[in-house]
């Protein structure tokens, strides 16, 4: 069965940077994007990017361009999403989802499988 | 201030029909699929409906979907006091190249 299994919570001081990871299982793990999107405390769901899993190629949301980095090892099947330069607002939980296969983004823009959501708290 | 308007809140009865909808623009679900998702409290959201009006395997057809034009709508019939959850809906904007949800839409069952 799919599973993505995300990193445990972190706390991170302002100005400090986290990664997040997600792990895949159960699919061929080249074959899918994975996306991630963020949910501040009683908020809504943000799309933060999308990350090939193939080749690493990587769309990013305009409002986190320069402070986010996603990469890919596929040898253990595991995504990362980088964040820096932290700031109070940045405390949300982070979720990774799989995308559904397609040749264009707003094709692929639909998520069946999600991970379990990893909280980061950005606080002094 | 999400892309994607959806109302804050709506509530019925247990056995009762809901709609929730979803206003967007031509850049996004004009040119678009729309899909929704369910987040119960305290969990990772789940699809509900995409491609505007298909449900993946495993969800009652209690749930529906519709678009028209730059609005979509998800409907609940025979509602259950576990469907009380947020709702949100999303889609592809091809003028930002960027993903978009709705604010998200709380729905009580009374």
């Known amino acids: 069965q799919v599973q993505l299994v995300q990193s445990g919570a972190e706390v991170k001081e302002p100005g400090a940077s986290v990664r997040v990871s997600c792990k895949a299982s159960?699919?061929?793990?080249?074959?899918?994007?994975i996306d991630w999107v963020r949910q501040a405390p009683g908020q809504g769901l943000e799309w933060m990017g999308t990350?090939?899993?193939?080749?690493?190629?990587?769309t990013y949301a305009q409002k986190f361009q320069g402070r986010v980095t996603m990469t890919r090892d596929m040898s253990t099947s595991t995504v990362y999403m980088e964040l820096s330069s932290l700031r109070p607002d940045d405390t949300a939980v982070y979720y990774c989802?799989?995308?559904?296969?397609?040749?264009?983004?707003?094709?692929?823009?639909?998520?069946?499988?999600w991970g379990q959501g990893t909280l980061v708290t950005a606080s002094s | 201030q999400s892309v994607l308007t959806q109302p804050p809140s709506v509530s019925a009865a247990p056995g009762q029909k809901v709609t929730i909808s979803c206003s967007g623009s031509?850049?996004?679900?004009?040119?678009?699929?729309v899909s929704w998702y369910q987040q119960l409290p305290g969990t990772a959201p789940k699809l509900l409906i995409y491609d505007n009006d298909k449900r993946p395997s495993g969800i009652p057809d209690r749930f529906s979907g519709s678009k028209s034009a730059t609005s979509a709508t998800l409907g609940i019939t025979g509602l259950q006091t576990g469907d009380e959850a947020d709702y949100y809906c999303?889609?592809?904007?091809?003028?930002?190249?960027?993903?978009?949800f709705g604010g998200g839409t709380k729905l009580t069952v009374l």
């Open positions: 989802a799989r995308a559904r296969p397609g040749a264009w983004a707003r094709v692929r823009f639909v998520f069946e499988y």
């Open positions: 159960g699919y061929t793990f080249t074959s899918y994007y």
């Open positions: 990350i090939n899993s193939s080749g690493g190629s990587t």
């Open positions: 999303g889609t592809w904007d091809g003028s930002l190249s960027a993903g978009v």
């Open positions: 031509s850049s996004n679900i004009g040119n678009n699929y």
